[in-house]
């Protein structure tokens, strides 16, 4: 029966992991808790068992974005949804009601606050067969999205004691684990514990990539590669299609940089951020949504309303302030399965920043302990997935080969002599030095803080001018990582010598370093590698590239016919399966991943005349 909805609603033929456990642990009437990743399917674990059931499953949701979206993906799939939240009319809030009342709902999403306001209302006139509590993380003060306004929606268990309560969540340590089976009141099973269901936090499909000490016009450079790597789909009329990304950064300041340069490169993109109009922050976030805008440089605020399947890069510009923030925000990127590329920039700047934030704010320790993890991830020499999927409380056995240090295994020299003539600079100081006067002294840069202080009189000024100043960043990163100096952020972020550095300093010990090995940003370069890339798509392909353009216009001329995203017709990963099993009726449609029964109705039969007429073949 389960799988009888799954193919007809969502058109697909078999569960994904604890998919199934979780359906059939609701459907028993009991409580949950679900940690499962961005793109891991977590939707149908609730969707489903809301169709099955008698009544209107009540879905907590904290952004008007994330219910719209979700609610015009379930009415694509012929669901009778629908959201209530503080945007809508006092007319459209009446027509909900009457549905609620005549039982014409199998889900509502409604936020927090609409809820606790109209809990009264709500509660008597729906016969409610589940609540849902998206992004449940929001509820734990240990959290990383603490909402204060999540934390009444305890009170829900009192006023429905028969309807079993499942919280989702992608991202959650164990204390916010427990803390938000404490505050929802969730009921234990038979064995006097609430069940709480962990699915694999890994993405194979997300590479994970970390460069080190970047400058702000090396980081355009990478991120114009990136942009260029994923603007080779084929489009019918020759034209070249950017695909969607997102660049992440820490200030509103630097989202418009980033974007004012990316534009400059002919690349259309824009900012997002809280400091924008809520007129402007909508229509960045609809145009990218549906495919009118390739690239967004936003901030943090951006992105979690959002169920876009066919991002294909995530860029961190800065420094993320913990791993579940990271996790989730390149969790944005391949929902639909396919590949996405994720690179994170690292800085001391960003660090230092950082550190400053975490220590100024209520939660001092806690966010100085995230960022201590968030830095480790950053500076880490073995695989980065193990790290990423350990700090979630999941084991690896293997390396996963799709992260920078799989794919390039640092090879080590004796740096000893590097290291002392660092540490023997920054010792002539009095430890009176952050990176930038340290590498300045190195490198006999005769800045107005070394003439100031007379550093240019040491013994060991320009001692380290064969060493490029980027170079001497990475360098001094991968020694504050081996511990043998540290960063004093009491002292005005001054760097201090570590008992395991004088060691070092003074001939007692030697220290191995990393080679640093830099991408080739120039144009010969990039002309090769994308050269070596085209080679590698070509090598067994069996998908018609140009079919796929044909499709892709297809799906925006319905899209904008009906109003909504692109991906809401079909998902990238869908079109690429039309594009390589090519059915050619309108039964062999109906069996491509991702088209169920509503959908074959709606589009089967201008889907399938494309392809024909694409084949060459006539009616």
Same mark, same amino acid.
């Given at each position: ?456 009189? #040491? !013994?060991?000024? +320009?001692? $380290? *001018? /064969? =060493? ?7 360098? &001094? ?17 001054? #760097? !201090?010598?570590? +008992?395991? $550095? *004088? /060691? =070092? ?7 191995? &370093? ?106």
């Amino acid at each position: 029966m389960m799988l009888h909805y799954l193919k007809s609603y969502f058109g697909y033929d078999s569960f994904r992991p604890l998919q199934q456990e979780i359906i059939t642990h609701i459907l028993a009437g009991r409580d949950c808790l679900v940690l499962m990743p961005t793109g891991g399917g977590k939707s149908i674990c609730f969707q489903l068992p809301a169709l099955m059931m008698e009544g209107t499953a009540l879905v907590v949701s904290p952004l008007v974005s994330l219910m719209k979206d979700q609610v015009e993906s379930l009415r694509a799939n012929g669901i009778a949804a629908a959201a209530l939240n503080s945007t809508h009319s006092e007319g459209e809030q009446r027509e909900v009601g009457e549905r609620l009342r005549h039982g014409q709902l199998k889900l509502l999403y409604v936020s927090p606050e609409k809820l606790l306001a109209e809990k009264d209302f709500l509660l008597k006139a729906t016969k409610v067969s589940l609540l849902v509590i998206d992004e449940a993380h929001c509820i734990s003060q240990w959290g990383h999205d603490f909402r204060p306004e999540y934390t009444q929606l305890g009170v829900l268990r009192s006023d429905l004691p028969d309807v079993p309560v499942a919280a989702f969540t992608a991202t959650a340590d164990k204390i916010t684990r427990n803390d938000i089976v404490e505050q929802l009141r969730l009921q234990p099973i038979a064995t006097g514990e609430v069940k709480v269901f962990v699915s694999s936090f890994d993405r194979p499909n997300l590479s994970l990539d970390v460069r080190r000490g970047y400058s702000a016009d090396e980081k355009i450079r990478v991120i114009m590669d990136l942009i260029r790597r994923h603007s080779l789909s084929e489009a019918t009329d020759g034209n070249v299609v950017m695909q969607s990304g997102i660049v992440y950064c820490l200030s509103r300041k630097t989202t418009e940089e980033v974007a004012t340069k990316l534009c400059a490169r002919g690349v259309d993109a824009r900012p997002y951020h809280a400091g924008m109009s809520v007129r402007d922050r909508e229509r960045v976030q609809d145009d990218f949504a549906n495919d009118r805008l390739p690239v967004v440089c936003a901030t943090i605020a951006f992105g979690m309303g959002i169920d876009k399947s066919n991002v294909r890069f995530v860029v961190h510009y800065n420094l993320p302030k913990s791993m579940e923030g990271f996790y989730q925000e390149i969790g944005r990127g391949g929902r639909d399965g396919l590949p996405c590329e994720t690179i994170l920039f690292y800085n001391v700047g960003d660090l230092i920043a950082l550190r400053s934030f975490a220590d100024g704010s209520a939660q001092r320790e806690i966010n100085n302990e995230k960022l201590d993890r968030m830095q480790e991830y950053a500076e880490s020499q073995v695989c980065r997935r193990r790290i990423l999927l350990n700090y979630f409380g999941e084991a690896m056995d293997h390396d996963c080969g799709n992260c920078d240090v799989c794919k390039n295994p640092p090879t080590r020299f004796d740096g000893t002599m590097l290291v002392q003539k660092a540490l023997s600079a920054l010792a002539r100081t009095s430890e009176m030095a952050g990176f930038r006067l340290v590498i300045d002294i190195l490198r006999g840069n005769c800045s107005p803080t070394v003439r100031e202080y007379g550093y240019d009189k #040491l !013994k060991t000024f +320009g001692v $380290g *001018r /064969d =060493v490029p100043a980027r170079d001497w960043q990475d360098y &001094l990163l991968q020694m504050l990582q081996l511990g043998l100096f540290e960063i004093d952020y009491r002292d005005d972020s001054h #760097l !201090k010598i570590t +008992g395991q $550095g *004088r /060691d =070092v300093l003074f001939g007692r010990s030697k220290v191995q &370093l990393a080679v640093i090995v830099r991408e080739d940003l120039s144009v010969k370069g990039r002309k090769k590698r994308m050269a070596a890339e085209r080679q590698l798509m070509l090598v067994g392909q069996q998908e018609d590239a140009v079919l796929f353009g044909k499709l892709r216009k297809l799906r925006m001329q319905v899209a904008i016919s009906l109003g909504v995203a692109p991906y809401i017709v079909f998902s990238d990963k869908t079109l690429h399966a039309m594009a390589t099993q090519k059915p050619i009726t309108v039964s062999e449609f109906g069996n491509v991943s991702g088209v169920g029964e509503h959908k074959l109705r709606l589009y089967g039969k201008v889907f399938v005349k494309l392809i024909r007429e694409h084949q060459g073949l006539t009616d």
